[in-house]
């Protein structure tokens, strides 16, 4: 709607824009910054691309089409850049006029750093006093700019320009860089109740000019105002809290010293300090100032002199400092440090959140809330919010930063239910009510901003009508239960609406048996409308009248709606119970005249509820609680974490059994998120490709950061356990002891706290190694330690303590035991070059087809089973394996290619596309299609070599060239897509030509894990979190392809060993229906082929599922055969059997057809989709059953007698192989009966396979 396109120029006067090019790590730093960067701007006038763009080492921080002159502050510490530059951005339509421009320039102080370029044009009514103040940042070129001229420049305030340029129309972009030295990321102190270091940096005006304070490396407060700071250090006894800075004050002591000597005497004995001296303290500093430094120990103040650096960290009382340095001008800067214990967040008493003002002021450190009043809040995880939540309903109203509140309780409640692909669809809702029962979402209404009798709900006239709609679309939810969590969210963006919503509330039958909850933030707006006079702003009248006519206005509606809620939310009332809660509007660094208007308006928010507020109408200061992060909000949005904070305040006010001040609770003080990209530090559009695909499709020009870090799934996991670094942890990868194993953890990890945050919920985890460079978190478990670390640029290493961590979510990975062959399990990172710095033993796998076992995943274990005599080597105890369980059967070799003409290059005619018919044979009763299209420009080596040979598919690309490819499955019958549960896709034979000709490279993206065996021969790198590449590294011919993807093996080729298994790769996906790769194959006259099938021998071998174990007999159920079953295998969905008599039987996927526990027509609960497993019951196979194909079906019943016959002589002689502990898929089955020697297996095997 139109407040969408009101959010897009809030671009222009919100802050906070981050780009984050490096991940920082909340413990320590990941990776180490570059020394040195390019900072550049790009600008193009109208005719020549019409764009401002400002850039960090090549990576996007900003760019915009909107007319004018753009001007960005680059967020500096000390002479560094950070990574995350753009501290504010404006644009200045000089086209209409320079004086806001002019202002905004005058505010900046001395040494800011600023990025200018213009969009479109900016000439005609730039002033001279403006160019003036642009000359001010070193520019010698902006008094020739023209109309429709690009210019850019990089330039300091008081300085000279670092770079600038000036093209004219028509002769392309102005294009400057300028390389600057990086900050480096800050390092958050490692473990509470440890020692870590406090320091004090000082600098004079020629050695920096700054006094910077610091602890254990992450800056506390820094200034360049001149004279002598001095902080006050916060402290639980000797111990020194997270949010360190008690109180700072500057004094000018180049002007005078009166006001420090009375702030020193005040400070009581015992007070720490910190004092730096900026730009110059000496001048006016007299004797009796002096004095009072020394009695914080200092011995070198008198020294002091003009533009000297100096540095203290004293204690009043103290005959000696704790530390003390000067240095006088030219010499550097001075940096002093001592060593303090760091306090205990989880020792720290509960806040009282049912109180009228919950205590919201202080500083997230180290995943805590470290609060000035010296307590915490009690944190709940997913299963304890639901718990708290269930027989309520919340009722939200407000603008975006609301509905963005709204968004992460849903999420944090019903995580699996709100994919990013969903994100962009709530902000087409006037109103959203959703369900939640048992962590998933059972309703969901909403009322459309558009083309709906609410389409006009800021025009007062038309509230009679949107409330009749809302109160007729809420009539259809279903009714109250004593378990279902409701959440209602109004996208009111002004005061007027409010008080209907709440009548509509009181008069619902359905839910009168629930507890209501009313949460409120309202006031934005009223700014953006009357200040900034947006055009999309619905509401004329108040972008018309002045800002004191709009603060009035602001308060008689604001008024009226309090007064409708405060009865309402009064005990007795029908929010009496959980009570209500009003908010000031967000945190924004916003200046000037809009940031003055957010204040006032959060001001009169408190004045309002100061008579009103009590413990069931409640204000929450969210602006003061953006403020103790704000690190987390972009442009005046804040992120998962924010609003996830706010929720455990929020939600301790809803506890009417919370016992004020107790220490008995749960002593978890952190709350972490898993996910691809949670925080504001992490924003970054390539982490979240499904809003950057939307927004570029919506409007490309912009795409909103604080709409892409909302918009991935996020779990957050709560924990009091502790991250210790291994040998200083920083650039050292994990190294394992014997018997450890890496577990799997979820792909699309981009940052260090998500690593954290899913090593916390996989419960058995003892630490983690995080790659920054690559996005790789390994997982370590088991009960050995991680024995050492290698060096490894951008990795850490980190153990975890943490046997009371709480975690969000109930489903973790089991782990699976298995007891075949032994083996050795070689974990790997991403890199080949690494493949040897993690060794793993285990044992695992049914039978082995491959010599090699294999890894999965991007740090994780797994065992190929397969078939063959290779031997294998036993280096240890059985170790938990993975497997690929339950996957859809994907069959080349039992399908048809009718549509061979991808690209339209043939060899067939028709659709340009692959298609091969019937590759999944039955999914809930239809035939599943593959299709496989080109999405860039395709060419072929040879167009007959693409197509389906035998049991693989195979697409020929010519030398020199790559094709990006789109696999989907559709069902053959309506070309509808269908989403499958789980199911593996295999590429083999990734090899090259000689002398490293032709080499191939398959990159793909969207799986959950991959599988590539120990000592594979490809070159595996992360390309984005969500994307992989595999190349070749060997050479190879034809004589070494695969012919069967469930028998990948060594054979001989050309005078050459080669192991097909370790030239493939198989992925693992799960709940999609299409996945994208693109093949690369490199310069050569020859061309390459891509071979690809689904299920293959780098699958590992499950053991019995001892939870879906069949212990049910039902005499009057049978299969397919009519056999009556007396052991009963779990059924994969869809499959059926059938009473005796009736023809209805199996129509599973794998089609395994014998009954499920109890005879019903259902598959057992908890057996997923895809190729079933046969379980064991005491020590007997179950019977499998199954549609056997066409070609299987021909083999004659002479043949099959025969080879029962055989095995029943063998099994006199005591030579067949045994059934115990055998778990069979469909297509192992079939490998067993018609590839085994009829002689090797029991009776009973023939019998049932």
Not at 1165 to 1184: C, E, M, N, Q, R
């Amino acid at each position: 709607g139109g407040w969408i396109e009101v959010l897009d120029s809030a671009m222009l006067i919100m802050t906070r824009l981050l780009a984050a090019a490096l991940l920082h790590s909340q413990l320590c730093s990941a990776a180490i910054a570059p020394a040195k960067v390019n900072l550049s701007v790009e600008s193009a006038g109208w005719s020549d691309g019409s764009q401002a763009a400002f850039k960090l080492d090549g990576k996007l921080l900003y760019a915009t089409k909107t007319t004018g002159l753009t001007v960005a502050i680059v967020r500096r510490t000390g002479e560094g850049v950070e990574m995350d530059a753009i501290e504010e951005v404006k644009t200045f339509n000089t086209m209409k006029g320079s004086e806001e421009l002019v202002t905004y320039l005058e505010s900046l102080e001395e040494g800011t750093m600023v990025l200018m370029g213009v969009a479109d044009s900016a000439c005609c009514r730039l002033t001279t006093a403006g160019k003036v103040k642009i000359e001010e940042f070193g520019a010698s070129m902006i008094r020739n700019l023209k109309f429709r001229s690009g210019y850019a420049l990089i330039g300091i305030k008081g300085g000279n320009a670092l770079a600038e340029a000036l093209v004219h129309e028509g002769e392309g972009k102005a294009m400057v860089q300028a390389e600057m030295q990086v900050a480096q990321p800050p390092r958050r102190a490692l473990v509470e109740g440890s020692m870590v270091d406090m320091s004090v940096e000082s600098a004079g005006f020629s050695d920096g000019n700054e006094a910077a304070f610091k602890l254990n490396g992450q800056l506390l407060y820094a200034t360049k105002q001149t004279g002598l700071t001095v902080a006050v250090v916060r402290r639980t006894g000797d111990a020194v809290e997270l949010n360190a800075i008690q109180d700072v004050q500057t004094f000018n002591t180049m002007r005078g010293s009166d006001e420090l000597v009375t702030y020193l005497e005040r400070l009581e004995e015992g007070t720490m300090v910190l004092m730096g001296a900026a730009d110059s303290a000496c001048c006016m500093l007299t004797t009796s100032a002096m004095v009072k430094i020394e009695e914080f120990g200092a011995a070198m103040i008198r020294n002091l002199k003009f533009r000297s650096g100096y540095a203290l960290i004293g204690i009043k009382g103290k005959s000696s400092a704790l530390a003390e340095g000067l240095m006088h001008e030219g010499k550097g800067r001075v940096t002093v440090q001592a060593q303090v214990q760091v306090a205990d967040p989880a020792e720290r008493p509960l806040c009282k959140a049912r109180v009228a003002e919950p205590s919201v002021k202080g500083q997230l450190l180290h995943n805590s809330l470290i609060l000035d009043a010296g307590c915490r809040y009690e944190l709940r995880d997913r299963d304890s919010m639901a718990s708290g939540l269930a027989g309520s309903w919340l009722v939200m109203n407000g603008g975006s930063n609301m509905l963005l509140v709204f968004h992460a309780l849903a999420m944090m409640l019903a995580p699996t239910d709100f994919p990013s692909e969903t994100f962009p669809e709530i902000w087409t809702n006037y109103m959203i009510d959703i369900i939640i029962e048992n962590g998933r979402v059972t309703s969901s209404q909403n009322i459309k901003v558009q083309r709906s009798p609410c389409e006009r709900i800021h025009n007062a006239s038309s509230h009679g009508v949107c409330k009749e709609h809302v109160a007729a679309t809420l009539e259809g939810v279903p009714k109250y239960t004593d378990g279902r969590i409701r959440i209602t969210m109004f996208l009111n963006q002004f005061w007027q609406a409010v008080p209907w919503v709440v009548d509509v509330v009181e008069k619902d039958d359905g839910w009168s048996g629930a507890k209501v909850a009313f949460v409120i933030q309202i006031g934005t707006w009223y700014s953006l409308c009357n200040i900034q006079k947006f055009e999309g702003c619905h509401r004329p009248e108040l972008k018309h009248e002045t800002e004191h006519a709009a603060v009035l206005r602001f308060n008689a509606e604001m008024n009226v709606a309090l007064d409708r809620l405060e009865p309402t939310c009064s005990p007795g009332g029908r929010a009496g119970e959980l009570g209500c809660i009003i908010g000031t509007g967000a945190w924004s660094s916003a200046g000037g005249a809009l940031g003055a208007s957010f204040r006032r308006l959060d001001s009169e928010v408190r004045i309002a509820m100061r008579s009103r507020s009590s413990v069931t109408f409640r204000l929450l200061d969210f602006f003061t609680l953006g403020a103790a992060m704000p690190e987390e909000t972009i442009m005046g949005h804040g992120s998962l974490v924010f609003a996830g904070w706010a929720w455990q305040i929020m939600l301790g006010g809803f506890d009417t059994s919370q016992v004020d001040g107790a220490t008995h609770a749960k002593k978890a003080h952190q709350m972490l998120f898993s996910g691809s990209v949670c925080s504001a530090r992490h924003a970054n559009l390539n982490h979240c490709p499904n809003y950057a695909n939307f927004c570029n499709r919506w409007k490309p020009d912009i795409c909103e950061l604080w709409m892409c870090m909302n918009s991935e799934t996020c779990e957050h996991v709560i924990s009091d356990g502790e991250f210790h670094a291994v040998d200083g942890g920083s650039n050292r990868a994990c190294q394992a002891a014997a018997a450890l194993s890496v577990d799997t953890a979820v792909p699309g990890i981009t940052n260090l706290e998500s690593c954290k945050a899913e090593c916390i919920k996989s419960l058995s985890c003892l630490g983690i190694s995080f790659d920054s460079e690559n996005f790789l978190c390994g997982l370590w478990n088991e009960t050995v330690q991680i024995s050492s670390t290698i060096a490894k640029a951008g990795s850490i290493c980190l153990r975890y303590e943490g046997a009371a961590a709480m975690t969000t979510s109930s489903t973790t990975d089991s782990v699976i035991t298995t007891s075949p062959p032994s083996s050795t399990t070689q974990i790997v990172s991403s890199t080949s070059e690494a493949a040897t710095s993690i060794m793993v033993s285990s044992t695992a796998g049914a039978t082995t087809t491959s010599s090699a076992t294999s890894t999965t995943g991007t740090l994780s274990s797994t065992t190929s089973s397969t078939s063959s005599s290779a031997e294998t080597s036993t280096t240890g105890t059985t170790t938990p394996i993975d497997c690929f369980r339950d996957t859809v059967d994907i069959d080349f070799e039992h399908s048809s290619l009718v549509n061979n003409n991808l690209d339209g290059q043939g060899p067939l005619q028709g659709p340009r596309e692959m298609r091969f018919v019937g590759v999944i044979r039955d999914y809930q009763g239809a035939p599943i299609d593959l299709v496989i299209t080109a999405t860039s420009t395709y060419r072929a080596r040879n167009i007959r070599g693409t197509g389906l040979r035998g049991r693989f598919g195979q697409i020929s690309v010519a030398g020199g060239s790559s094709v990006d490819l789109n696999f989907r499955f559709v069902k053959s019958t309506t070309n509808e897509a269908v989403w499958l549960p789980k199911f593996a896709f295999t590429f083999s034979d990734i090899d090259q030509g000689r002398r490293g000709r032709a080499p191939e490279t398959i990159e793909v993206e969207g799986f959950a894990r991959f599988v590539v065996v120990a000592g594979h021969e490809l070159a595996v790198k992360r390309v984005t979190p969500t994307r992989m590449s595999f190349g070749s590294t060997k050479m190879g011919a034809k004589c070494d392809n695969p012919r069967h993807p469930l028998q990948l093996k060594e054979v001989k080729c050309k005078g050459r060993r080669v192991d097909q298994a370790k030239r493939s790769v198989m992925l693992l996906f799960t709940k999609t229906h299409s996945f994208n790769a693109t093949f690369r194959v490199g310069k050569s006259r020859r061309g390459r082929l891509l071979v690809f099938a689904g299920l293959s021998s780098l699958a590992a071998e499950c053991s019995p599922n001892t939870s879906n174990q069949c212990t049910d007999t039902r005499s009057d159920w049978s299969d397919d055969f009519g056999n009556k079953c007396d052991k009963y295998a779990s059924l994969s969905h869809g499959s059926q059997c059938t009473k005796h008599g009736h023809e209805d039987y199996g129509k599973g996927p794998a089609h395994a057809v014998c009954c499920a526990c109890g005879g019903g027509s259902h598959p057992a609960a908890g057996h997923d989709d895809g190729l079933s497993s046969s379980f064991v019951d005491s020590g007997h196979l179950a019977p499998i059953r199954a549609h056997w194909p066409a070609s299987l079906l021909e083999q004659s019943t002479a043949e099959i007698s025969r080879r029962k016959q055989s095995a029943e002589n063998a099994a006199k002689q005591s030579r067949f192989l045994a059934p115990n502990n055998l778990g069979l898929t469909l297509t192992q089955a079939k490998t067993m009966l018609f590839s085994k020697p009829p002689d090797s297996l029991h009776p009973s095997c023939v019998d049932e396979l």
